[in-house]
């Protein structure tokens, strides 16, 4: 028995305990292989599963470095048979490979000829292998490199793809670097990604990541296909990549609801490629046929189904996907990594605010209790309308109005999911309002005049929370949110992580409604960001007091 923060168990959980001394190191340390499943006040739970040992081992760690880990920071000794399932499913990626050479094409390689036999028993997978060349060896046709990662992945048998890319159209981007430089950690990440091919870069909002996408394209030089979330988000790359490249307006395309326009760099949104017309989706297919060098993939974990058969089929091109979290709500991540590629960098996102390099944040949970006048209402619902009732109710504008009173002058953000709350919260604050109806000129506008300090009040629905840069937002307040989405918690706190001007710090509140299934979804969202060593203090909102500006206890 040792004095370490770590308790590992054979069911593969590991539970930390938060206030150890070591408790932070030990976090860094498994935080490549293992995912965080509870997070309450003294004891995290953590999950070691077979998708993070594979990122991991593609990553760069081998079974040797994840075996230490566990074992130098447990308090007990680590059972022997989890150390060996360990070293076992690590080894399993890289034992099958898909290679290309110039006589025989497209090819599955195995390390041992009993690997390849017991794939090619798997009848989704004998459909997609060609002629067999000899006791470790099969064809592959180039078509269905993707169908067959895919395919192998379920299997618990992921591939290493060695096969390499076309070419695609040369265009040569270069960095217009005499303002500014990239950070370490973005050279880091360009790297990482060119030297490994394709694969997913995950930094947190407000780190960056259009400058990793501008540095690979700079270090590539070829035509680029970028998928971004909405048109706004589509115009801040247009806007970052003119300003921070040798790229010009010429050659920046926008395909979009409102622009069809196909150029070397081309931006077009995940809404426009997946819309369909007679059972086909005409602008996917349109694009795909495209030549491209680099596919740049925004907020990757964010992917609809349609863009991930594209994916499939695009397997020969360079592909990037940016993130702040990996995390999928519907379970998806492992397409992620069997489409787009392994994770070739991760910073954690306490090492960056250390750094200067984000903000620092104080996350408030304040909760509110359900008015004795609906509690049998709210008892007697349908679990379907539960959710609404509590994340909903209007005790919690009073609330807003608040911590709104007590940030008096500093730039703030309301989000949120329900539209009827959010109108009625802008018209008490005289705040602006932004959701999916607000035009995109006018949705410009509001952010610009934002950014500008014009206005230091907004109410913003979903459509806020990806890839909108509001680098002097300082306050944000959570009224409600899609369930228990992980991602979503950590791309809201994301709006205030830019850092500001005048260094201050940032303050996310979450109003949640105690004993509601309100509560129940906040304490999951939060699981991401207690991963990353955010800690939410808890406040009853009868004793949250108006004009102190600093973070509540």
Same mark, same amino acid.
């Given at each position: 028995?040792?004095?370490? $923060?770590?308790?590992?168990?054979?069911?593969?959980? !590991?539970?930390?305990?938060?206030?150890?001394?070591?408790?932070?190191?030990?976090?860094?340390?498994?935080?490549?292989?293992?995912? !965080?499943?509870?997070?309450?006040?003294?004891?995290?739970?953590?999950?070691?599963?077979?998708?993070?040992?594979?990122?991991?081992?593609?990553?760069?760690?081998?079974?040797?470095?994840?075996?230490?880990?566990?074992?130098?920071?447990?308090?007990?000794?680590?059972?022997?048979?989890?150390?060996?399932?360990?070293?076992?499913?690590?080894?399993?990626?890289?034992?099958?490979?898909?290679?290309?050479?110039?006589?025989?094409?497209?090819?599955?390689?195995?390390?041992?000829?009993?690997?390849?036999?017991?794939?090619?028993?798997?009848?989704?997978?004998?459909?997609?292998?060609?002629?067999?060349?000899?006791?470790?060896?099969?064809?592959?046709?180039?078509?269905?490199?993707?169908?067959?990662?895919?395919?192998?992945?379920?299997?618990?048998?992921?591939?290493?793809?060695?096969?390499?890319?076309?070419?695609?159209?040369?265009? $040569?981007?270069?960095?217009?670097?005499?303002?500014?430089?990239?950070?370490?950690?973005?050279?880091?990440?360009?790297?990482?990604?060119?030297?490994?091919?394709?694969?997913?870069?995950?930094?947190?909002?407000?780190?960056?990541?259009?400058?990793?996408?501008?540095?690979?394209?700079?270090?590539?030089?070829?035509?680029?296909?970028?998928?971004?979330?909405?048109?706004?988000?589509?115009?801040?790359?247009?806007?970052?990549?003119?300003?921070?490249?040798?790229?010009?307006?010429?050659?920046?395309?926008?395909?979009?609801? &409102?622009?069809?326009?196909?150029?070397?760099?081309?931006?077009?949104?995940?809404?426009?490629?997946?819309? =369909?017309?007679?059972?086909?989706?005409?602008? +996917?297919?349109?694009?795909?046929?495209? &030549?491209?060098?680099?596919?740049?993939?925004?907020?990757?974990?964010?992917?609809?189904?349609?863009?991930?058969?594209?994916?499939?089929?695009?397997?020969?091109?360079?592909?990037?996907?940016?993130?702040?979290?990996?995390?999928?709500?519907?379970?998806?991540?492992?397409?992620?990594?069997?489409?787009?590629?392994?994770?070739?960098?991760?910073?954690?996102? =306490?090492?960056?605010?250390?750094?200067?390099?984000?903000?620092?944040?104080?996350?408030?949970?304040?909760?509110?209790?359900? $008015?004795?006048?609906?509690?049998?209402?709210?008892?007697?619902?349908?679990?379907?309308?539960?959710?609404?009732?509590?994340?909903?109710?209007?005790?919690?504008?009073?609330?807003?109005?608040?911590?709104?009173?007590?940030?008096?002058?500093?730039?703030?953000?309301?989000?949120?999911?329900?539209?009827?709350? +959010?109108?009625?919260?802008?018209?008490?604050?005289?705040? &602006?309002?932004?959701?999916?109806?607000?035009?995109?000129?006018?949705?410009?506008?509001?952010?610009?005049?934002?950014?500008?300090?014009?206005?230091?009040?907004?109410?913003?629905?979903?459509?806020?929370?990806? %890839?909108?840069?509001?680098?002097?937002?300082?306050?944000?307040?959570?009224?409600?949110?899609?369930?228990?989405?992980?991602?979503?918690?950590?791309?809201?706190?994301?709006?205030?992580?830019?850092? =500001?001007?005048?260094?201050?710090?940032?303050?996310?509140?979450?109003?949640?409604?105690?004993?509601?299934?309100?509560?129940?979804?906040?304490?999951?969202?939060?699981?991401?960001?207690?991963?990353?060593?955010?800690?939410? %203090?808890?406040?009853?909102?009868?004793?949250?007091?108006?004009?102190?500006?600093?973070?509540?206890?």
């Amino acid at each position: 028995m040792s004095d370490g $923060p770590l308790i590992v168990q054979s069911d593969k959980s !590991l539970l930390l305990e938060v206030d150890h001394p070591r408790a932070h190191a030990a976090r860094l340390a498994i935080a490549a292989f293992a995912e !965080l499943e509870r997070a309450p006040e003294h004891v995290h739970t953590y999950r070691i599963t077979d998708l993070g040992l594979w990122n991991a081992r593609a990553a760069g760690y081998d079974a040797e470095t994840v075996v230490a880990a566990l074992v130098d920071h447990s308090r007990y000794p680590v059972p022997h048979a989890l150390l060996l399932d360990v070293a076992e499913t690590m080894a399993r990626y890289g034992r099958l490979r898909l290679v290309s050479t110039p006589r025989e094409g497209l090819v599955l390689e195995a390390a041992e000829p009993a690997d390849l036999e017991e794939v090619r028993r798997a009848r989704k997978v004998a459909e997609l292998l060609g002629a067999r060349l000899d006791e470790r060896r099969v064809r592959v046709a180039p078509s269905q490199r993707g169908a067959l990662k895919q395919a192998l992945l379920k299997l618990s048998r992921p591939v290493e793809d060695l096969a390499g890319y076309v070419d695609g159209a040369a265009h $040569p981007i270069t960095l217009d670097e005499q303002d500014w430089q990239l950070r370490p950690y973005q050279r880091e990440a360009v790297d990482g990604f060119t030297h490994g091919g394709s694969g997913v870069v995950v930094l947190p909002c407000g780190a960056g990541k259009t400058l990793v996408g501008a540095g690979a394209m700079a270090a590539l030089g070829r035509t680029t296909l970028i998928l971004a979330t909405s048109t706004v988000s589509a115009r801040q790359w247009r806007d970052e990549l003119l300003a921070r490249t040798s790229l010009t307006e010429a050659e920046i395309g926008e395909y979009s609801g &409102d622009r069809k326009e196909l150029r070397p760099v081309t931006i077009a949104t995940y809404q426009v490629l997946t819309m =369909k017309r007679r059972g086909v989706h005409p602008h +996917l297919e349109l694009i795909s046929a495209r &030549d491209w060098g680099l596919i740049i993939y925004d907020e990757v974990h964010l992917l609809p189904a349609p863009v991930f058969r594209m994916t499939a089929d695009l397997q020969a091109r360079r592909r990037l996907g940016l993130t702040a979290t990996l995390v999928r709500e519907d379970g998806r991540e492992g397409e992620v990594f069997s489409l787009i590629g392994p994770k070739r960098y991760d910073a954690p996102w =306490k090492d960056l605010e250390a750094q200067g390099y984000i903000a620092p944040a104080a996350c408030t949970e304040v909760r509110v209790d359900l $008015p004795a006048a609906d509690r049998m209402a709210y008892a007697m619902a349908e679990p379907s309308d539960r959710a609404r009732l509590g994340a909903a109710h209007g005790a919690k504008i009073h609330v807003v109005e608040r911590i709104a009173a007590r940030h008096a002058g500093e730039p703030l953000l309301v989000i949120g999911q329900y539209l009827d709350q +959010l109108e009625e919260i802008a018209e008490r604050l005289g705040a &602006d309002l932004i959701t999916g109806k607000t035009p995109v000129r006018r949705r410009q506008e509001l952010f610009a005049a934002f950014r500008a300090g014009t206005i230091t009040r907004l109410v913003v629905s979903k459509v806020a929370n990806f %890839s909108i840069d509001l680098p002097e937002a300082s306050v944000a307040v959570q009224v409600s949110g899609t369930f228990g989405s992980r991602q979503e918690e950590a791309q809201r706190l994301g709006r205030l992580l830019r850092p =500001k001007a005048d260094g201050r710090g940032a303050h996310f509140y979450t109003v949640v409604m105690r004993d509601t299934q309100d509560q129940d979804f906040a304490a999951h969202r939060q699981r991401f960001l207690a991963e990353q060593g955010y800690a939410y %203090s808890i406040v009853d909102a009868e004793d949250l007091e108006a004009g102190s500006n600093g973070p509540a206890r």
